[in-house]
């Protein structure tokens, strides 16, 4: 594939997933209060549109409409970023998430993945520390919470995003440790070959048990600790002490309206879809499933992407689901439960892991 | 490979920008955030020296966990912008010319040995991956491995006991 | 083709405006930056290197691993996490005591 069609491939797909995260991202909000509504006993929005389906689109008119505060003594430089790094940041880990095999559309063929390529001999490449580069990009989204509270020059805000960004880099650790028992079944830190090393079953003593080969069943201790420094580091039930409502009036976006408060808003969200996308690649065989044979040939070329969406649906439905039935923790529980608790159980898998591995050959 | 030139000049442009921009802003915020911005651009020059798991590192580390701690504590401790001392001014009159003496010396030195010390390319050979680093990491520089990792230790004790309150 | 010298250039130049930095500035946590911002030219000399031992190591000589470099930078990383956390927590310690972050007001034990 020359150079031409690349680009021109790459940029098709950079704006057909844009398009489809902020229209998923302003659903999952819809979804959410739904949910919520539903556990709590209670309709949620019902009124804009068949089952309230529009209120996504009145919410974001409410936002363009609403005036746009700038509070006198904020460090305005500073203000105008943070909710801007925060929302690239989260938009950026989208480009190495693979959604799906190749697709081949009017003779060419192009990877389902942004930055994915197909050499000339037909094999799919992506970048190799894939992984590494969300964890990065994750690393420098803790900016955007820690600028937001200090600019806002109100002391709701500075307590809030001081308390944020310390949770966030504290569970970064635990969510990076979580994952390197991931790295030792597969081998490689890039997204795709941690896919393509799920494929078939687990094979125990020579029977074929018709298990999938999904390391959800050798690190299910690794993905507990995975999905608990997830929420962490997404500011979400159970952990969201820095943003809730009955604590610091709203924390560390207290003195942000319209826009720059949906952009926050929406940079939480895409960090969920995220953080859902890398569960179901990294635990649960990303895009392999059962095999459909009675669907056209188009349709079998999109079923994997169908089996992907299913799975980050289901881990969405995860969060919101938790949101709903837990209680929050308390800030010094929070920090003494991923120091104490979740930082040596992480350990504990990798060394664990390590043994096993190299036990087996 | 006119592209590899081009994409070096322009990292480095930001790279400079960002180191001047740290001298001159009066604010240790301003000059914090413009060090991530330095830190952020040499991670892009590593990519570009095909190191990728050097500039990955560089990123969540450097400017992901090292500069979020200056910045943390620039927050903490509210200091405002800085002012101007009379130690600075003569530092600054003899300083600044000798730098610039010092750096375009050595810059005149290399550009003159031109020739003699060759280039380096992009490399399609695997050079940089992160399994060769592990490698080499953990198997001929396993005793600075450890001994590093005491030193952490070390580090976190001090900063426990320097952090806490006397009461 | 990149020649090397101009990575040792920008490495020399960032290294030159670290130690300016480290002269000129008043604040004490300026001053730490400029440090870091000498670390990190230095590692940029480290992985130039490392690249060029890659394609231009004379055969037959075993005395360079040519990814010694960027095992290096790992290190230089590390010592410099660590150094900016003892720092840090002294600065914080100063600071409670004479409530400023200038350095030339921290002179309590000169003549």
């Known amino acids: 594939m020359d150079t031409k069609t690349f680009i021109i491939a790459a940029v098709i797909k950079i704006a057909l997933v844009v398009f489809i995260m902020l229209t998923g991202v302003a659903y999952t909000t819809w979804l959410e209060r739904k949910v919520i509504g539903r ?29 746009d505060l700038l509070p006198d003594y904020v460090h305005k430089g500073l203000f105008i970023l943070a909710p801007m790094l925060a929302l690239v940041m989260s938009l950026i880990s989208i480009a190495v998430i693979p959604f799906g095999e190749t697709i081949t559309i009017a003779g060419h063929t192009t990877a389902l993945q942004i930055s994915g390529m197909i050499s000339s001999k037909g094999a799919i490449s992506d970048i190799n520390i894939g992984l590494l580069i969300i964890l990065g990009v994750t690393s420098i989204g803790v900016y955007g919470v820690a ?71 050798p690190q299910i201790v690794g993905f507990f ?98 949101r709903g039935t837990l209680p929050r923790f308390r800030y010094d529980q929070l920090m003494a439960f991923g120091w104490k608790f979740l930082l040596p159980l992480a350990i504990a898998n990798i060394i664990i892991t390590s043994f096993i591995v190299a036990w087996r050959g | 490979m006119i592209i590899h030139q ?65 910045v943390f504590v620039i927050m903490l401790l509210n200091a405002g912008a800085e002012e101007r001392t009379r130690g600075s001014s003569v530092a600054l009159f003899v300083g600044v010319p000798g730098m610039i003496v010092l750096a375009g010396t050595v810059g005149w030195l290399l550009v003159h040995s031109g020739g003699q010390l060759g280039g380096v390319t992009i490399s399609s050979s695997s050079f940089g991956e992160t399994h060769q680093i592990a490698r080499l990491l953990f198997k001929d520089f396993l005793l600075p491995f450890e001994i590093t990792s005491v030193l952490i230790l070390i580090a976190i004790m001090g900063a426990v006991v320097l952090g806490k309150r006397e009461n | 083709m990149v020649p090397l010298s101009w990575y040792l250039i920008l490495s020399a130049v960032l290294f030159s405006l670290g130690v300016l930095g480290f002269l000129l500035k008043r604040n004490i946590i300026t001053i730490f930056m400029s440090i870091e911002l000498m670390l990190n030219a230095v590692n940029l000399s480290f992985v130039a290197f490392a690249n060029f031992w890659n394609t231009h190591l004379p055969p037959g000589q075993t005395s360079i691993i040519p990814l010694s470099g960027q095992v290096f930078v790992f290190f230089v990383m590390v010592v410099a996490a660590a150094e900016a956390a003892v720092g840090l927590a002294i600065i914080i310690a100063v600071f409670r005591t004479r409530e400023t972050l200038n350095v030339d007001r921290v002179n309590l034990l000169k003549l």
């Not at chain 1, 309709?43 to 363009?64: E, H």
């Not at chain 1, 944020?164 to 830190?189: F, H, K, R, T």
């Not at chain 1, 879809?273 to 459909?292: N, Y």
Request: proline share 4%; hydrophobic share 55%.
């Open chain 1, 39 to 67: 556990i709590q006993n209670r309709w949620g929005p019902t009124r804009v549109g068949p089952f309230g389906l529009l209120q996504p689109l009145a919410d974001g008119i409410k936002f363009i409409l609403k005036e």
């Open chain 1, 147 to 217: 600028l937001a509270g200090w600019s806002s020059n109100s002391k709701y805000s500075l307590l809030g995003s001081l308390r944020a960004s310390a949770q966030m880099i504290s569970y970064e650790l635990s969510l990076g440790l979580s994952l390197v028992g991931i790295l030792l079944l597969s081998g490689s830190l890039s997204l795709r070959e941690i896919v393509f090393s799920q494929s078939g079953h687990w094979i125990v003593g020579g029977h074929d048990t018709h298990i999938p080969h999904w390391f959800i069943f």
């Open chain 1, 225 to 322: 600790i995975y999905l608990l420094a997830a929420y962490a580091e997404t500011n979400r039930i159970p952990f969201d002490m820095p943003e809730a409502e009955t604590e610091l009036v709203a924390g560390y976006h207290t003195e942000y309206s319209s826009m720059k408060f949906a952009m926050f808003f929406m940079a939480e969200y895409v960090n969920m879809f995220t953080v859902a996308c890398l569960a179901s690649l990294l635990f649960f065989g990303g895009w392999h499933g059962p095999h459909l044979a009675f669907l056209p040939p188009l349709g079998q070329a999109l079923l994997p992407v169908l089996w992907f969406a299913l799975k980050v649906f289901f881990f969405i439905f995860l969060y919101i689901w938790i």
């Open chain 2, 6 to 70: 081009v994409l070096f000049i322009v990292f480095g442009f930001i790279c400079v920008a960002g180191a001047v921009n740290l001298l001159v802003q009066r604010h240790p915020i301003n000059s914090a955030l413009s060090l991530v911005v330095v830190m952020a651009s040499l991670a892009l020059i590593y990519l570009l020296l095909g190191a990728e798991f050097v500039a990955a590192i560089q990123v969540i580390v450097y400017a992901g966990a090292i500069m979020v701690l200056f």
